[in-house]
């Protein structure tokens, strides 16, 4: 029995690669074949690498489908993370979705430095404490307890939702007993609830300002939440409270550290200068912008 239908093609690994990286560089989506090679590495459970060793691995109408759902979301501009649902950061795995930022890079440098400085300062020291505002994912609270064995964090976050990711991401990374996650809101956090002295403070406020937020990519703007990015005001909102819960909450000659903007390095040194913070550490990021400001 003869039939006109032309045969249904057999999308192998190989295929689908080609084809995405092809697709998605037309659309304009950046790291077109990197992000085609994970999401076909998520649908079928593989590590990248195992992709170049199975080239001509036929994909099953399920794995198709699933890939297909993964493109289409990718198409709209969801972040590639949160198709995913994760990220690496230091080094480390972390459940990410809408609920949280999605960790940058140039944040693996604030941990970086902050490690430097508690290990220069504290290495011997039986126990410390770090404050982490505004932990978000955990990122830096959860990295920080890999990293620095002897101490003991305390995470704020004002969301609840963003906790609970926050929490699970402690228990996969075998830190959680060593973090107490912790709701509330900084703007309204009085001295008296913060009962500890701490060796570190580090916070990456919302540092966005209101008239910046309008400009950041769709990408970042429609699907990342909004309240971890911008403070609706100048982007400055933040620093005087953490300034001024350093000056009252940290030990004699602790270290406090905060993220901030391009633009932001002098007005910050001042806000913190207004409470005798006088020696800033600068660190820049990867493309030589000031990005960090540590007192101590």
């Known amino acids: 029995m003869s039939s ?11 295929d689908l690669i080609t084809w995405g990286t092809g697709y998605l560089t037309e659309k304009n989506i950046d790291d077109a074949r990197l992000t085609i090679e994970l999401m076909l590495a998520h649908v079928l459970r593989f590590k990248r690498i195992q992709l170049y060793t199975s080239f001509d691995r036929p994909m099953s ?3 198709l489908a699933r890939f297909k ?3 289409k979301r990718r198409l709209t501009g969801e972040p590639l993370q949160y198709i995913l649902g994760e990220t690496e950061f230091m080094g480390l795995k972390f459940a990410v979705d809408a609920r ?3 960790p940058r890079p140039e944040t693996e440098l604030l941990v970086e430095k902050a490690v430097e400085l508690i ?3 504290y290495l011997h020291e039986t126990a410390i404490s770090i404050l982490d505002i505004g932990t978000g994912s955990g990122c830096i609270a959860i990295s920080l307890a890999v990293l620095v064995p002897n101490a003991n964090i305390l995470a704020i976050d004002i969301s609840a939702e963003a906790l609970a990711v926050a929490k699970k991401n402690a228990e996969d990374n075998g830190v959680a007993e060593r973090i107490e996650f912790r709701q509330a809101d900084i703007l309204t956090l009085q001295d008296h609830s913060l009962t500890q002295q701490f060796h570190c403070i580090l916070a990456n406020p919302p540092y966005i300002s209101l008239k910046e937020f309008a400009e950041v990519p769709k990408e970042v703007k429609d699907f990342e ?3 971890s990015l911008t403070d609706n005001e100048n982007g400055l909102k ?3 409270v953490i300034a001024h819960i350093a000056q ?6 602790g270290i406090v550290g905060v993220e901030h903007a391009y633009d932001q390095s002098e007005s910050i040194r001042k806000i913190f200068q207004e409470y005798n913070f006088l020696h800033p550490i600068v660190v820049k990021d990867y493309q030589g912008i000031q990005r960090h400001l540590f007192f101590s």
Request: aromatic share 8%; hydrophobic share 35%; net charge neutral.
């Open 61 to 63: 109408e399920d794995e």
């Open 225 to 227: 939440p909004g309240a």
């Open 248 to 253: 009252g909450s940290l030990v004699k000659e």
């Open 119 to 121: 290990k220069q300062k």
């Open 238 to 240: 933040y620093y005087p």
């Open 69 to 71: 759902e993964l493109l």
């Open 4 to 14: 006109s239908a032309s045969p249904k093609k057999i999308w192998t690994i190989l």
């Open 100 to 102: 949280v930022l999605i």
